[in-house]
């Protein structure tokens, strides 16, 4: 396959259905959700979702996000305590993901890399709910782009990164957060990301008695290896662009691409108006430009740790990191 026999549909119902073929057929599609463009198949095959991790070159200890319809079908792959359904009754559907303990044979096991956690989350977007009430699975998806490059926030990341690779994406635009989802565990961030940390957890005073009655086992059922697995996606150098990248520049230098933010103009702005919302959907974008453009390296402006913020500065600094 070449780059061109990638097919990009756009949202309808035409589109849908015939990504539910696909997936039927045990194949993956590239669908936007809320958050970046994913890479979906069916959770419950183990063939499907090798599919994606061939796709993407991915190493196969990282465990994909599981997406479904709703918390009903969320507590058939999972089990849930009272601070999950709380959560879930707050952001569902929404940019967070909750790593639960999986309900034995809910999904296939290469999906949680062997855990015996999962990580799942109700999208909101429209593709992603139409394609999972068409399939009628749960649909591992991770984020749409070759393993350890910058994530898709548009259908012409997808191709640009996968092409060749996979026979289809479904075209609904940008997506709006621009972020991967939150990832949660207990009352721990694994990933931060659009839902901000103090939103989560208004009333967590972080004292042992908040964490009592979690369903955690944080070492218990992993051998006493969780440092290695705790978050296995945050590897340093994710995300990364094939440029060197460099943070907090307030002024660039003739070889770099300026990535500015609020009153710091740059080549492109996330934001002019200094809307961190704005800077965190408009990002990965900002990012394939820099990548694309004829300068070798990249700046990027300072952007503030508030609220969103936050990931923004995560994703930077792992874009950042060289090994
Ligand atoms: O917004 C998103 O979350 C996007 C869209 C497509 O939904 N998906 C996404 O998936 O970012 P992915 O596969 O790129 O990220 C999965 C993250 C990784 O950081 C992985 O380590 C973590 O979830 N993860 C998955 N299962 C886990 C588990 N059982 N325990 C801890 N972390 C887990
Ligand atoms: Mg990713």
Same mark, same amino acid.
């Given at each position: ?15 849908? /259905?015939?990504?539910? =073929? ?18 979906? /198949?069916?959770?419950? %095959? ?74 799942? +989350?109700?999208?909101?977007? +429209? ?49 709006? /957060?621009?972020? @991967? ?21 208004? =009333? ?15 070492? %218990? ?5 969780? %440092? ?24 660039? %230098? ?17 934001? &002019?108006?200094?809307?961190?919302? @704005? ?11 820099? &990548? ?22 995560? =994703? ?8």
């Amino acid at each position: 396959m070449t780059a061109t026999d990638i097919r990009v549909l756009p949202y309808g119902d035409a589109a849908i /259905a015939e990504a539910a =073929r696909v997936i039927a057929a045990g194949g993956c599609v590239a669908v936007p959700t809320e958050t970046v463009y994913g890479l979906a /198949a069916d959770a419950t %095959s183990a063939a499907a979702v090798a599919g994606i991790f061939a796709a993407k070159g991915r190493p196969s200890f990282n465990p994909l996000i599981v997406h479904v319809a709703d918390l009903a079908a969320a507590e058939r792959v999972a089990v849930f305590d009272d601070d999950a359904r709380d959560l879930a009754a707050r952001f569902w559907p929404g940019p967070l993901t909750l790593v639960l303990p999986v309900r034995e044979g809910a999904v296939a096991s290469l999906v949680t890399a062997g855990l015996d956690s999962v990580a799942i +989350r109700v999208p909101r977007h +429209r593709a992603m709910q139409a394609l999972l009430a068409a399939t009628g699975r749960p649909l591992a998806a991770p984020s749409a782009n070759a393993s350890g490059t910058i994530s898709p926030t548009l259908a012409a990341h997808v191709v640009a990164s996968l092409g060749g690779r996979i026979a289809l994406v479904i075209d609904d635009g940008a997506t709006k /957060a621009g972020l @991967e989802s939150t990832i949660v565990r207990g009352r721990t961030v694994l990933r931060p990301g659009p839902i901000a940390e103090t939103s989560l957890f208004p =009333r967590n005073g972080g004292g042992p008695e908040s964490q009592a009655h979690t369903s955690e086992t944080p070492t %218990s059922h992993l051998g006493g290896n969780t %440092s290695a697995i705790v978050a296995p996606g945050q590897l340093a150098s994710h995300y990364a662009p094939r440029k060197p990248l460099r943070l907090n520049a307030t002024t660039a %230098s003739a070889d770099e691409y300026h990535i500015g933010f609020g009153a710091i103009q740059g080549d492109a702005t996330l934001s &002019d108006s200094g809307d961190i919302v @704005e800077a965190a959907a408009n990002l990965f974008a900002a990012l394939h430009v820099a &990548d694309a453009s004829d300068r070798p390296a990249i700046g990027v402006a300072p952007i503030p740790s508030d609220g969103i913020g936050a990931a923004i500065n995560d =994703r930077l600094t792992r874009a950042a990191h060289r090994d």
